[in-house]
């Protein structure tokens, strides 16, 4: 990316990198962007493997680009490994951090759902799964208000708030595909419109 | 998953299947993929329901990790136990990696340019409204839910206030709005 920084990684500094990363995996409770400030605090302010540009650009490329979110984490390893000179490095460094941000937590998470799909007839189990449906959809209306606001955060933007509504509208209410209205979307903005 | 679950409705026809649905599915979320789950899984091939998809979006969302790792996790592994979930995961997982590695390499030459910039903007507005038009759809969920409608309302708006106007940390309101709504629904099952 930008403004590239030289760094050297002795063999202990992954180590220390996987471990960093194994222990967010745990931490990383409603995603991996809740941990953020924290792999900021560790690779921009101590370490200095990251500058700061590099690190926001990790985030707004993944936002950008299809896929999961999570994959922000491989592109902080790919910078990493960039910095520190090679090619080589770098894409150890995406199978470091993706690896040590995925191993703990899909685990657990597959012990447990394993668990909770065995007894899903008891009682506290159904209750668990139901007793959270509201909070998700209000997670999802908090996702979709956070998205739009830093699409389009101040007033002049109402454009990109117009195009939002309609989507919802036109997602909800019909079956077109989706990638039409992405489509759309891309090209009004592509087009200055929006 | 001892006994043989019955299936009468559309499933995976092999893992293959599985794997390129979840590739396929993974490279149309622009700004998350969660929506394109829903869509993709309940409405269009009909793998799971309205329910099934909230309770284990439920799930993915209170463990560790990024949760639509974990839902297709464990929606692949719904189907082909250990082995669906790993392909559930490569198929969520490699091909985006493959593509936004060369974004990556590519970003510098493309950030400045103002039409690709514009596209990105419009792709982001297009997804939140995607995403708010998930919620809405998961209102017939809530119909059958043990959960009074009216304590339903007042956790959702606690929580998009709390969420999504004041930022207060995701932890907590999963813990206070969580418990709550569980200690509601224990009490609304029989």
């Not at chain 1, 990251?50 to 896929?67: E, K, M």
């Not at chain 1, 703990?104 to 012990?111: A, G, N, R």
């Not at chain 2, 929606?75 to 490699?94: D, E, P």
Request: net charge positive; charged share 10%.
């Amino acid at each position: 990316m930008n403004a590239a920084i030289h760094i050297t990684l002795a063999w202990h500094d992954w180590l220390n990198l996987f471990g960093h990363y194994l222990l967010l995996s745990m931490m990383s409770l409603g995603g991996a962007i809740s941990t953020t400030s924290e792999m900021h605090r560790f690779l921009v302010e101590q370490h200095g493997w990251l500058t700061q540009a590099q690190f926001n650009d990790s985030i707004a490329l993944a936002q950008a680009a299809p896929g999961p979110n999570v994959l922000f984490v491989a592109l902080m390893g790919w910078n990493v490994g960039m910095n520190a000179g090679s090619t080589t490095a770098a894409f150890l460094g995406v199978l470091v951090a993706m690896t040590g941000i995925l191993l703990p937590s899909t685990i657990f998470t597959y012990l447990v759902a394993q668990w909770g799909h065995r007894n899903r007839e008891l009682r506290a189990v159904r209750a668990f799964k139901q007793g959270m449906a509201p909070v998700v959809i209000a997670l999802l209306l908090s996702t979709s208000w956070i998205l739009a606001s830093s699409a389009g955060a101040d007033g002049t933007h109402w454009p990109l708030w117009l195009l939002a509504l309609a989507s919802c509208l036109v997602i909800w209410r019909t079956k077109l595909h989706l990638l039409w209205m992405l489509g759309l979307g891309a090209l009004l903005g592509a087009l200055g419109l929006i | 998953m001892t006994s043989p679950p019955v299936f009468d409705r559309p499933r995976p026809a092999s893992l293959s299947d599985l794997f390129f649905s979840f590739t396929f599915l993974a490279l149309q979320g622009f700004g998350g993929v969660l929506a394109v789950v829903q869509r993709e899984l309940v409405e269009r091939k009909r793998w799971l329901s309205h329910e099934e998809f909230i309770e284990d979006w439920a799930v993915a969302q209170i463990m560790p990790g990024p949760n639509v790792v974990n839902l297709s996790m464990m929606i692949g592994a719904r189907y082909f136990g250990l082995r669906g979930a790993l392909t559930a995961l490569a198929g969520i997982l490699a091909v985006p990696l493959v593509l936004i590695l060369l974004l990556a390499v590519l970003h510098a030459r493309f950030a400045a340019n103002p039409q690709v910039a514009g596209a990105l903007r419009g792709m982001a507005a297009v997804s939140a409204g995607l995403i708010a038009a998930v919620g809405l759809k998961m209102w017939v969920a809530l119909k059958r839910n043990p959960v009074p409608l009216p304590w339903c309302l007042a956790i959702i708006a606690a929580g998009f206030v709390l969420v999504g106007l004041v930022k207060f940390p995701l932890g907590w309101v999963l813990l206070i709005l969580g418990s709550l709504g569980c200690v509601l629904a224990y009490r609304g099952l029989r």
